[in-house]
């Protein structure tokens, strides 16, 4: 008999577990009985069966809902039906995942009610009450609000027939005018940062001052390759190459490889020796094929998400601006140190766009021409 737990979220695979379960996705607090094959749960310290076989997860979650009493009058619980209906299932997993992100900005949004945003009953949410709050979250993340309104409406459409819900809120919500163009740093302020989260990366976790450990690394990988952040979340062993790095580039953007330099091999290599003892250290089993293994992970083993990347680096800029190695000024995200990558790419624009897998010249013009760093990119 097998206990399947979501707070463990990262669990092996329960072969006995029928096929179209997605074993990442169970209810919080339900059980799977290998031996008899039924879904179970422990209300109270009571045994109790919940749901055959042949339950499919959104029975499963519809089944623990009922079982704990949840209010279905909530916006989360519509949130929740559509994450693991099969409409949600056939999306892209980039696109899931935003979803996932947005419903967690949600359930995390305090109204002036003191509740989650996702804990507002349906009937009460308007039109007005969704410019709010895109508007409130515009004013330090404009992206973010942004993905949050296209969230809600496609959530409120997938609803429409199936949860009865009439009218979509969400629609011809005016967006959040999002900044023309990313802070780049120079390349003294980008050198001082990386070198400051290496240092506060090697102090020991969870200490005053200390930062996740892999941030350097990420830094320095995602300005020598000019990635994304999910660029580099998502580099394998598959993407060594003896010549460079493949990336594989999101947003249409054509794939290519980065040559190496002492910079990024450090880099690189200080990841995959990191994660090879994490891993021996958990005692986890090692994919076989190299595309399963991921090259960045978390201290427990496993791929390191979104929202733990976004964390990890806004923590350590607040470190920064302590430190005074940054200033409000001089802030900048972690995508700018791809800007910054292809600022710094030596040759013509043509060469900067080759480098970047940018598809045409307009997706170049948006980086700064300027720069100069004492060793260039890859």
Same mark, same amino acid.
């Given at each position: 008999?097998?206990?399947?737990?979501?707070?463990?979220? $990262?669990?092996?695979?329960?072969?006995?577990?029928?096929?179209?379960?997605?074993?990442?996705?169970?209810?919080?607090?339900?059980?799977?009985?290998?031996?008899d094959r039924y879904w179970y749960s422990l209300p109270g310290g009571k045994y109790t069966r919940v749901a055959g076989e042949d339950a499919r997860l959104s029975d499963l979650h519809a089944a623990m809902e009922t079982l704990h009493g949840a209010d279905?009058?909530?916006?989360?619980?519509?949130?929740?039906?559509?994450?693991?209906?099969?409409?949600?299932?056939?999306?892209?997993?980039?696109?899931?995942?935003?979803?996932?992100?947005?419903?967690?900005?949600?359930?995390?949004?305090?109204?002036?009610?003191?509740?989650?945003?996702?804990?507002?009953?349906?009937?009460?949410?308007?039109?007005?009450?969704?410019?709010?709050?895109?508007?409130?979250?515009?004013?330090?993340?404009?992206?973010?609000?942004?993905?949050?309104?296209?969230?809600?409406?496609?959530?409120?459409?997938?609803?429409?027939?199936?949860?009865?819900?009439?009218?979509?809120?969400?629609?011809?919500?005016?967006?959040?005018? =999002?900044?023309?163009? $990313?802070?780049?740093?120079?390349?003294?302020?980008?050198?001082?940062?990386?070198?400051?989260?290496?240092?506060?990366?090697?102090?020991?976790?969870?200490?005053?001052?200390?930062?996740?450990?892999?941030?350097?690394?990420?830094?320095?990988?995602?300005?020598?390759?000019?990635?994304?952040?999910?660029?580099?979340?998502?580099?394998?062993?598959?993407?060594?190459?003896?010549?460079?790095?493949?990336?594989?580039?999101?947003?249409?953007?054509?794939?290519?490889?980065?040559?190496?330099?002492? =910079?990024?091999?450090?880099?690189?290599?200080?990841?995959?020796?990191?994660?090879?003892?994490?891993?021996?250290?958990?005692?986890?089993?090692?994919?076989?094929?190299?595309?399963?293994?991921?090259?960045?992970?978390? =201290?427990?083993?496993?791929?390191?998400?979104?929202?733990?990347?976004?964390?990890?680096?806004?923590?350590?800029?607040?470190?920064?601006?302590?430190?005074?190695?940054?200033?409000?000024?001089?802030?900048?995200?972690?995508?700018?140190?791809?800007?910054?990558?292809?600022?710094?790419?030596?040759?013509?624009?043509?060469?900067?766009?080759?480098?970047?897998?940018?598809?045409?010249?307009?997706?170049?013009?948006?980086?700064?021409?300027?720069?100069?760093?004492?060793?260039?990119?890859?």
């Amino acid at each position: 008999m097998a206990r399947r737990n979501r707070t463990n979220r $990262h669990r092996k695979v329960d072969p006995s577990i029928p096929a179209f379960i997605d074993q990442r996705q169970p209810p919080v607090g339900i059980y799977w009985n290998r031996r008899d094959r039924y879904w179970y749960s422990l209300p109270g310290g009571k045994y109790t069966r919940v749901a055959g076989e042949d339950a499919r997860l959104s029975d499963l979650h519809a089944a623990m809902e009922t079982l704990h009493g949840a209010d279905r009058g909530t916006l989360d619980y519509m949130l929740g039906r559509f994450e693991t209906s099969k409409q949600f299932e056939v999306l892209a997993v980039r696109t899931q995942d935003d979803y996932k992100y947005c419903r967690k900005v949600l359930q995390g949004f305090k109204t002036k009610l003191g509740i989650p945003f996702a804990d507002l009953r349906r009937a009460s949410i308007t039109p007005p009450t969704v410019q709010r709050l895109v508007d409130k979250i515009a004013e330090t993340h404009p992206s973010k609000a942004n993905h949050v309104a296209r969230y809600l409406s496609a959530a409120y459409r997938w609803a429409g027939l199936r949860v009865g819900v009439e009218k979509n809120p969400a629609k011809g919500v005016q967006q959040a005018r =999002e900044r023309g163009a $990313h802070r780049v740093p120079d390349a003294e302020t980008m050198r001082a940062l990386i070198a400051f989260l290496r240092e506060r990366g090697s102090r020991k976790g969870h200490t005053e001052g200390s930062v996740s450990p892999y941030l350097w690394a990420v830094a320095e990988i995602a300005y020598r390759c000019r990635m994304r952040g999910i660029e580099v979340r998502e580099l394998t062993d598959a993407d060594w190459t003896v010549e460079g790095v493949i990336v594989r580039r999101h947003k249409g953007s054509l794939d290519n490889i980065t040559r190496w330099c002492p =910079e990024l091999r450090e880099a690189w290599d200080w990841l995959a020796n990191r994660r090879n003892k994490i891993w021996q250290r958990k005692v986890l089993a090692v994919p076989l094929t190299p595309d399963k293994r991921t090259l960045l992970v978390t =201290e427990s083993g496993h791929a390191v998400g979104r929202s733990t990347l976004n964390t990890a680096w806004q923590r350590a800029m607040q470190q920064a601006l302590k430190a005074g190695v940054l200033t409000a000024e001089t802030r900048f995200g972690l995508h700018a140190t791809k800007h910054r990558g292809v600022t710094d790419t030596p040759g013509t624009r043509r060469d900067k766009q080759d480098a970047a897998g940018h598809r045409s010249p307009t997706m170049t013009d948006v980086y700064d021409p300027a720069g100069n760093m004492s060793k260039k990119p890859g």
